[in-house]
Structure formats: C-alpha cells, structure tokens
C-alpha cells in the first residue's frame, strides 16, 4: 500500500473500520477525470517511488468508476484512495502471491457491474484530519456490491502499518508478503483465505 498517512490519532484506540462514524467535515466522493492531475501530483510528491500516471489512472477510474475517492476540504483537494476491486480470481492471486499489484491484468478485477470478491487499497494519500473521511469512505463499501468483500492492504510505512491497526486490520498468513486484512464483521468464521492458501504448502506461507 503506496500510503502517506498524518494526523491519524483520531483513530487510536482501534475502531473497526466499519464502525466509524461518518463524517461532515470532509467530503468524500467519487473522483472525476479532471480531478485526476492533481491526485497523481499529490501521490508523485508525497509516494516515494510511485509509479502512477494521469493516463494509466484515467484507465483505471473509466474501467471502474468507484474505484478512486477525492477528500476535499472547503474546496480544497486534500488527497484520495484508490482500490482494485478484485474478482474470485483476483483475490485468489492475491493470496497466492500471482498479481502485479503495480500493472494488475484486468483478469484479476471485478467488472463496474460484478460484485467484488476483495478489495485491495492500492494507493492512500491524506492530510492532516482527512483521515478520518475513511468513515465514509467505508458506508460507500457498504453498497451491495461490495458487502461481502473483505479488505486487503500491504502497509508500506510505518504510519501506514498503525493506521490499518487502529482500524482492525491484522497481518494474515498468505504468499504475498506482509499481507494484511480486514474482515467484515459479517465474514468471521469463513475460511476462504485458510482455503485458498491451503491449496499450496501452508507452511510456505509468509506471515
């Protein structure tokens, strides 16, 4: 996860994810094209290393409209989140370490019209309090189409790392390397992930 994470104590002590409460004071929403240049400068300028262009993330928002979120503050654009939405396959890649999460095959992703069968937080980018637009980023996740779909992060800093602890992530044996996950409330007791993995040597499985 290409994450630059400030002001993040609003969630300490952990809160799950899906129990935060919305809120007013930072609009969130779906982003546009033209929102698109000044997201990719915000993420070249506060992401060592990354990768991402205008015309590959254009790409990206036409194929799946609710994959990328703007936080906005009086106006201002203050930074956004980006997922890959990913199908049965995709999510059993993910798990078994046989996705390009930099250049995903468009295989691996659920269509705009699919239900999503995981959702991986590929880029994070915010300022100051507007962590804290995750709580609505969330009741978005909440829709049909992604209720059932566990949450899927590699924390790439440390800020990045406590902020998916506050929110009730947990690292999990997989052959992705420092995978952690989310599990909707509603989920516990599956064990798709143990079957998943399973299906290779679980003692090769890193944690």
């Known amino acids: 996860m290409d994450s630059v994470l400030r002001g993040s104590g609003d969630f300490v002590p952990r809160h799950e994810l899906d129990s935060l409460s919305p809120t007013s004071s930072i609009t969130v929403h779906l982003a546009t ?12 300028r506060e992401i060592p ?20 979120f703007a936080f906005e503050r009086a106006g201002k654009l203050l930074g956004g989140i980006a997922f890959l939405h ?7 890649a993910l798990l078994l370490g046989g996705i390009d999460l930099k250049f995903p095959s468009h295989e691996f992703l659920a269509r705009h019209d699919e239900d999503v069968s995981a959702i991986y937080v590929w880029a994070l980018v915010c300022h100051g309090r507007a962590v804290a637009g995750l709580a609505n980023v969330a009741r978005h996740l909440r829709k049909p189409r992604f209720i059932s779909a566990d949450h899927f992060a590699q924390p790439s800093t440390t800020a990045g790392r406590d902020l998916l602890i506050a929110i009730g992530f947990e690292p ?16 516990r007791g599956s064990s798709d992930v143990r079957a998943i993995t399973s299906a290779r040597s679980f003692g090769d499985a890193r944690h």
């Open 172 to 187: 999990i044996s997989s052959f992705q390397p420092d995978l952690w996950r989310y599990q909707r409330p509603w989920n």
């Open 86 to 92: 990913l199908n049965g396959r995709g999510l059993e």
């Open 33 to 44: 094209v033209p929102q698109l240049t000044d997201l990719v400068a915000i993420a070249h």
């Open 49 to 68: 290393g990354v990768s991402i262009s205008e015309a590959g993330l254009a790409q990206f928002l036409h194929r799946d409209p609710e994959a990328i």
